[in-house]
C-alpha cells in the first residue's frame, strides 16, 4: 500500500503499490499513465482528488475509486485510445455521507477493440450523494469492436446521480473539408480528435506543462490515428 498525506500533484507510476491511500483533509491530483496492473484508490475524509488517466499502450484491468470516509469529491477523467486492444472495469464506490464523483471517459477507436465497464456503486446508508458517470466512444477506423456500458448500482434514496453514453463516428464532412484545404486524411484526423485530449487533460496543462506537452506528443504521434 502506498500513502498520500500532503497536498501536492503526483504521477503514479510503478512505484507505487496497487492500493493507494489518500489521507484526510488534502487536495491531490494523480495522473495515471499506462499501467497495466490493478489500482484501488482510497480517498479519506474530506479530501478532493482529481485523477487524469491516459492509456494507449496499457491500462489497468481494475481501477477501484473508494470513498468510505465522509465529505470526499472525486473528479476522474480518463482518455482511451490506442492500436491495441484495451479492456478495463472503472468503478466508484461509495459508502459515506456528503460524497461527490464525477466520471468522464473518452475511447477513440480505430482497427482494435476497447471494452469499458464502468459504475458507480452507492451503499445503502449513503445520504447526500452527488455522482456523475459519461461515456463518449468516438470511432476513427472501419473494422472496430467496442463494450461501452454506464452501469448504476443505487441502494440509497438520498442521492442526485445521473448518467451519459454518447457514441459517434468522426464526422466525414468535417474530414472532407480539412482534406479540401490540403490536408492529408491522418492529419485531418489528428486535428479533430485534438479538442479530445484537450477536453481531458486541460487542467493538467495548468499543473504540469512538461507533462502535458509530453503525453500531447504520445497522443499525437499515435499509431492508430494515422
Known amino acids: ?14 512505484n507505487f503499490g496497487e492500493t493507494i491511500q489518500i489521507e484526510k483533509d ?17 480517498i479519506g475524509e474530506n479530501s478532493k482528488v482529481d485523477v487524469y488517466a491516459f492509456f494507449h499502450t496499457a491500462s489497468p484491468q481494475n481501477l477501484r475509486l473508494i470513498q468510505n470516509k465522509n465529505a470526499s469529491k472525486l473528479q476522474l477523467k480518463v482518455l482511451f485510445i490506442s492500436e491495441k486492444d484495451l479492456v478495463s472495469n472503472i ?10 464523483s464525477q466520471i468522464h471517459i473518452i475511447s477513440i477507436v480505430k482497427e482494435n477493440h476497447i471494452g469499458v465497464d464502468s459504475s458507480i456503486n452507492i451503499a445503502k446508508e449513503s445520504k447526500k ?13 472501419q473494422k472496430w469492436t467496442l463494450s461501452s456500458l454506464p452501469n448504476l448500482f443505487i441502494d440509497s434514496n438520498d442521492v ?6 454518447k457514441t459517434h463516428r ?20 489528428q486535428l479533430m480528435t485534438q ?31 494515422s
Open 91 to 100: 468503478s466508484s464506490e461509495i459508502k459515506a455521507n456528503h460524497v461527490s
Open 1 to 14: 500500500m502506498s500513502k498520500i498525506s500532503t497536498t501536492w500533484f503526483y504521477i503514479i507510476d510503478n
Open 26 to 42: 488534502i487536495y491531490v491530483s494523480l495522473f495515471i499513465h499506462d499501467i497495466a496492473h490493478n489500482i484501488s484508490i482510497d
Open 170 to 189: 468522426i464526422e466525414e464532412n468535417k474530414l472532407f473539408y480539412l482534406k479540401s484545404r490540403g490536408l492529408s486524411t491522418p492529419s485531418s484526423i
Open 129 to 141: 450523494i452527488q455522482a456523475n458517470l459519461d461515456l463518449e466512444n468516438i470511432f476513427i477506423g
Open 195 to 225: 479538442s479530445y485530449f484537450k477536453k481531458t487533460f486541460s487542467c493538467l496543462e495548468m499543473i504540469d506543462n512538461h507533462l502535458y506537452e509530453k503525453i500531447y506528443k504520445d497522443f499525437y504521434h499515435e499509431k492508430s490515428l
Open 160 to 165: 442526485q446521480v445521473s448518467h451519459s453514453s
